[in-house]
């Protein structure tokens, strides 16, 4: 008799990944929840063997960047893997059927299945009259109804988890979280950026489905094993921060050299989230590790705090650590102009950059190494 998880597999290869790829995808996100090598078996037989849970997504005030951001994850990609684990019964942009007959799919699962189902909820709430109407209900309506009735919601974006651009000042549309919007959510995970991270996402899934329970979560509702650490802490640059070299102006010498985008505005210590760790776009780069500072885009209204982004903000409200980093920034910029020569700061810039140049080569030769997706030292 056929274990439950042949149809799995069969699904996966007519997707064209293969075993390997699969492994592969499972050692990649128990690097990103932090979980050791010997739990990786462990994911893949739950993906394979778990039963199917109902998943709805819906898209109210959004740009669709989160979607996006979940189709294009790495190869194989989360939405491959994920898609197929998942009963996806309702996704506006994913999903065949149009008009009554996609809204009639969304009333079966409320109706069906209350407190079963998981709602993934994109874009803000807005609360203002005459917007964003979907079927003839308004958004507020939606996810009174499906938000209530959900065993739990997963907010993905800075639009739904915070409100994020939609909501930013003025606010014409009282644009609101989705936490604000229905506070009577049974279980509410928070997953900011803008756009979500899809890696992450598929890695709360994934650890959802392997353990029956959602992980640790901050005061903000967000997953430690993603927004545990700052951007600051795990950031390549941060030796160059700790030494005072900072880029002056855009494509000085100190730009060119990958030196620490701090004076430039990155607003890397007041940002938690783990870009530094797991990357965008297959994991090739991250926003400061091409260049450009952190924006804060993960972070309860972005938008507002964090602007003008191109300038350093030392009294930017939740820039808590950033009055000590000042001083420390400040005392090392010094330190480097030749107020005083400190043995330790040299010392510690030293180690600084040759972990980090030893954390490159092992990323390199990780990814020479086959099928080992993501290296041990990806690990938040
Ligand atoms: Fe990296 Fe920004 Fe911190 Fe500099 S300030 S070390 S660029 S996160
Ligand atoms: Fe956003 Fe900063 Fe990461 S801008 S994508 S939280 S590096």
């Known amino acids: 008799m056929p274990v439950i998880g042949d149809g799995f597999r069969r699904e996966l290869e007519a997707r064209g990944i293969s075993r390997r790829e699969f492994v592969g995808f499972c050692a990649g996100v128990a ?56 009963s996806v019964d309702y996704h506006e942009t994913l999903m065949a059927a149009a008009g009554h007959r996609a809204e009639a799919a969304l009333a079966d699962v409320v109706a069906k299945k209350p407190g079963e189902y998981i709602a993934v909820v994109e874009g803000s709430i807005p609360t203002g009259n005459g917007y964003c109407t979907v079927g003839g209900r308004s958004a507020q309506q939606i996810v009174d109804d499906v938000c209530s009735h959900a065993a739990a919601v997963i907010a993905v974006g800075t639009c739904a988890a915070f409100g994020g651009l939609p909501a930013a000042a003025p606010n014409p549309t009282g644009g609101r979280s989705v ?24 890695a709360l899934v ?12 901050d005061h903000l509702h967000r997953p430690l094993f993603a927004y545990g650490k700052s951007i600051h802490d795990a950031c390549e640059r941060r030796a160059h921060f700790d030494a005072g070299q900072y880029v002056e102006a855009w494509g000085d010498a100190g730009h060119r050299a990958g030196f620490c985008l701090y004076k430039m505005g990155c607003k890397g210590p007041a940002t938690f989230h783990n870009c530094p760790n797991v990357g965008w776009n297959e994991h090739t780069s991250w926003p400061v590790g091409c260049g450009h500072p952190c924006i804060g885009c993960a972070e309860p209204a972005f938008w507002d705090r964090m602007t003008p982004f191109y300038e350093h903000l030392a009294g930017v409200p939740g820039f808590g650590v950033g009055t000590s980093i000042d001083r420390v920034g400040a005392w090392a910029t010094a330190a480097v102009a030749g107020t005083f020569t400190a043995h330790a700061l040299v010392q510690l810039t030293r180690r600084k950059l040759a972990e980090t140049a030893a954390k490159k080569q092992r990323a390199a030769e990780s990814s020479a190494a086959p099928p080992q997706p993501q290296p041990k030292d990806k690990q938040p």
């Not at 506070?183 to 598929?202: D, Q, S, W």
């Not at 994934?206 to 979560?217: D, E, M, Q, S, V």
């Open 31 to 86: 690097a990103i929840l932090g979980l050791p090598k010997s739990a990786v078996a462990q994911v893949a037989r739950a993906l394979e063997t778990k039963p199917k849970p109902t998943l709805v997504w819906l898209e109210l005030q959004d740009c669709a960047g989160c979607t996006e951001s979940f189709l294009r994850a790495s190869k194989p990609s989360a939405a491959d893997v994920i898609l197929d684990l998942l």
């Open 206 to 217: 994934t650890y959802y489905l392997t353990y029956g329970k959602w992980p640790a979560l």
């Open 179 to 202: 936490g604000d919007a229905v506070p009577g959510i049974r279980k509410l995970v928070n997953m900011p950026a803008c756009p979500v991270n899809g890696e992450n996402l598929a």
